[in-house]
């Protein structure tokens, strides 16, 4: 589990923005857009474990994949 450094009021301030910045992006784009965001934040954290525990909490729970 990821320890919280957040408060709820600014994981929601977060959250606000990613999908402000995100629906502001072409849809066709959005892929790109959220793999450059997470290559921006992987370099301001700066530990490739910490990374590493990211990518598994984000995709923990995600249920199943759809079918191509």
Same mark, same amino acid.
């Given at each position: #589990?990821?320890? &919280? &450094?957040? @408060?709820?009021?600014? %994981?929601?301030?977060?959250? /606000? %923005?990613? @999908?402000?910045?995100? /629906?502001? *992006?072409?849809? /066709?784009? $959005?892929? *790109?857009? %959220?793999? &450059?965001?997470?290559?921006?934040?992987?370099? #301001?954290?700066? @530990?490739?474990?910490?990374? =590493?525990? =990211? *990518? &598994? !909490? =984000? !995709?923990?729970?995600?249920?199943? $994949?759809?079918?191509?």
């Amino acid at each position: #589990m990821i320890p &919280k &450094k957040l @408060s709820t009021a600014e %994981l929601e301030a977060v959250y /606000d %923005l990613l @999908s402000d910045a995100i /629906d502001a *992006v072409p849809q /066709d784009q $959005r892929e *790109v857009f %959220l793999a &450059k965001l997470a290559l921006v934040l992987a370099n #301001m954290v700066g @530990s490739p474990g910490q990374v =590493a525990a =990211a *990518v &598994k !909490a =984000a !995709a923990a729970n995600l249920g199943p $994949r759809p079918a191509d």
